[in-house]
């Protein structure tokens, strides 16, 4: 070894230790735990994760996937409106505002939900005092709706920010041809501004899939436990039974599913490097 | 000036805790927040007045049975270790750990030798889910669950498992519970559940276990799973209570304590009562014990002699947090005012807990029917 390379080597080591002791060994330690019993291989937790959370999967995958989404379309709407919007005090209203949730962390926007949305909270409150809804109508939105409501709430500006500076730094000329051809605003924004920007809003909401599926508070404060996502479950499992190679299955199952989002992002983030490349 | 003299004592007293006072008495409580408070704000000073020179250090180690558990870890690795003296000199536990504990010869048989020892004679203070923990502990309190109802939407409120299943199916979603994943009332919903209609609830609260009774629980289970169509799965224990107090169930088990605290916070309507179900629903003790080689065990039973004797029961336990007392009630007459003892026993009265207050499961059944819960009735 050269005398560059290994004080390359000695500068990365502290971090490289890091990583493996904070993430490499205990990722490795819960992967045997979930495959093994008794020190020899075997899929029984996996038996038993399925058995009693089939629906909690289902559920978590269902919810993040709706969250996800709808993150996508809202992103879209504001970012494309901070864009095109011709409106300015509109636009400098969004501007203002839209931010405001990415410095509210998770477990806050979950305790400010659970009043906001029950049946008679602050929401339905406010529509039957003006007279939109009768209060037989209210119904409470503490179950999945909370969740994916306080998800997208909390992730959009997140990926509105990426988007928006993403749109801001395209050729405007693009936009400003298709509106002397006549194209109208949502037109333009769907088919010459959002192609331009699709890789971003990808990585955005995959990091927003990544993020929301390991958010223990909300569901546990927004909804009741039944069903529940896979985090509750990984928590319970522990505090209840002291039962860790369950929960460790279920957190590899958590894995795959994030490791299908990642795979999307590693693919962009290669394709990139190889395009700086060229 | 004042914050910087408190912000320096505060540093002070972390690093050097031992230089504190010439005594350290170092107490860990598991529970939430409201038991470190107990003993920091009102056990602490209380001792180290009738104690000079000595320092009480409470250490919470978090809710529920995880926090007895780190407290068992702890003790159970320095006796591993071999220490010559234990970190912890009182500890307060929940009754799983208290149990296992003993059992492991972790924890000291002090209370014959504290005068306030033969002021207890419930059944918890001998026996803690299976195990037999005479002479290691003392309870500090009982506390039990109950149905907690708004008397203005429910003019007769059942009075059994059985009434209530007919009640919510002609009243649906009236009634909320928190599943089995949010805190212990629901838990207890639960097993009183099984308890009612599962068969033969004294094997499941006394022993002596066998893996096969949980196959006897599936008609209780799918009955179950079919009242909770007919019920809200609220957040959280405090989550049933919010929902009882916005007027959007009329029912629902609350844990005793949490629904005094609340009422005379002014967070419930005043017309709400309390409700004992036949044939009973599970309440616990917390337990006050001296580790086996704790190093100030002769101040830690002095401490816990404080801690239950009549006047600081009646005065901490009872008037302050709302349980019910840790050793015999006819010991608290005389040390209480009439209004705080007729509130305790207004809705529920000793006859009612003395016929329907029951002990949890003993562990392996109560491990049985959260799992037998996850599988048939959530999943």
Redesign the interface.
Known sequence: MTRTTSLGFLLVAPALALVAALFLWPLGYSLVAAFTDGGRLSLVHFAKAH??????IVFTLVIVLVSTALVGLVSIIIAGVLTLSETPWLVAILRQMYRWPLFIPFIVAGQCM??FL????LMNNTFVSLGLLDPSQTA?L?DWRGIVITFVWKQAPFVILMLAGAMASIDRATIEAGRNLGASRPRCLVEIVLPQVAQTLMVALVLSFVTMLSVLSVP?????????MLT??MA?R?????DYPTANALGVISYAMTAVAAWFYLRHTVRQQREAER | MKHLSLALSLAASLAFPALAGAQTLNVATAGDQNMVDYIKDFLGPMFEKANPGVKVVAVGTGPGDSGSQKIYEKLSAQKAANTEKWDFDVIVAHQKMAGQMVSEGLLSKYRDRIDTGKLVSSATAANALGTNVEGFVMPMFQSQTAIAYNADMVKTPPASYAELQDWAKANPKKFGYNGIKGGMSGVAFAAGWVYAFGGDANRLMKGPYDAATKGGWDNALVALKAFNQNAVITPGNAGTLDMLNRGEIAMGPVWVDMFYTWMNDGKLPPNMKLKLLAPGMPGQPMYYAVPAKAAQAALAEKFIAMATSPQVQADGIVKKFNWYPGIDAQHLQGKLDDATWKKLFTDLTPDDLSKNAKPFPIAPYFNDILESYEKKVAN
């Not at chain 1, 058995?51 to 909690?56: A, K």
């Not at chain 1, 029950?118 to 909270?121: E, L, Q, R, V």
């Not at chain 1, 927004?222 to 069903?227: D, E, I, M």
């Open positions: 058995e009693l959370y089939s629906t909690d659970r009043t029950a049946k008679n909270g409470s503490l546990m404060m927004v909804a009741g436990s039944q069903p529940t509750v479950d319970f522990i505090n209840a039974y002291g």
